[in-house]
């Protein structure tokens, strides 16, 4: 549900977070527990092949870790929007004038610069399509029960 008060949009996100990184992180400590029990069992060159293989894969878990130093997942919380500005849990953020708005799989993702901002857990797709407006710049305003979007240039 969205509720409107002096040009601030306030939703409540009921999402669930999708971030792999646990998923690398538990393969890497399986695919250690393999090569240590290859280095145990196994002759050398097999050891040599499984380190090879799990220093790959710590290089492929350090350009995951990097990449998601660069994306930030909000899906759960109270989220206020204005324009070209949000705030969740106390901790609000503005935009540039150059950040590209998108909507991607029920997700409004903010790419501003390098850093990457993802919003989701909207109840529906009209609150998904409002908050995306907000984000791009339109104003908020209410008449009744109804709630209008304006331009910015009537401000």
Same mark, same amino acid.
């Given at each position: 549900?969205?509720?409107?008060?002096?040009?601030?949009?306030?939703?409540?996100?009921?999402?669930?977070?999708?971030?792999?990184?646990?998923?690398?992180?538990?393969?890497?400590?399986?695919?250690?527990?393999?090569?240590?029990?290859?280095?145990?069992?196994?002759?050398?060159?097999?050891?040599?092949?499984?380190?090879?293989?799990?220093?790959?894969?710590?290089?492929?878990?350090?350009?995951?870790?990097?990449?998601?130093?660069?994306?930030?997942?909000?899906?759960?919380?109270?989220?206020?929007?204005?324009?070209?500005?949000? *705030? %969740?849990?106390?901790?609000?953020?503005?935009?540039?004038?150059? &950040?590209? /708005?998108?909507? !991607? =799989?029920?997700?409004?993702v903010v790419t501003d610069g390098q850093i990457q901002y993802q919003f989701g857990g909207f109840v529906s797709e009209q609150?998904?399509?409002?908050?995306? *407006? %907000?984000?791009?710049?339109?104003?908020?305003?209410?008449?009744? &029960?109804? /709630?209008?979007? !304006? =331009?910015?240039?009537?401000?």
């Amino acid at each position: 549900m969205v509720q409107v008060a002096d040009g601030v949009a306030t939703f409540e996100l009921s999402g669930n977070a999708r971030d792999g990184m646990i998923w690398w992180a538990l393969g890497l400590l399986v695919l250690g527990l393999v090569v240590a029990w290859v280095c145990f069992t196994m002759p050398s060159t097999y050891a040599i092949g499984a380190m090879f293989g799990f220093a790959v894969m710590v290089f492929l878990f350090n350009i995951q870790k990097q990449k998601a130093k660069h994306r930030h997942i909000f899906c759960v919380g109270t989220l206020k929007l204005s324009p070209r500005r949000f *705030e %969740i849990d106390q901790k609000g953020l503005a935009f540039s004038p150059n &950040a590209q /708005i998108t909507i !991607n =799989d029920g997700w409004v993702v903010v790419t501003d610069g390098q850093i990457q901002y993802q919003f989701g857990g909207f109840v529906s797709e009209q609150e998904l399509m409002l908050a995306k *407006e %907000i984000l791009s710049g339109r104003a908020v305003a209410t008449r009744f &029960a109804n /709630i209008r979007l !304006n =331009d910015t240039d009537q401000l």
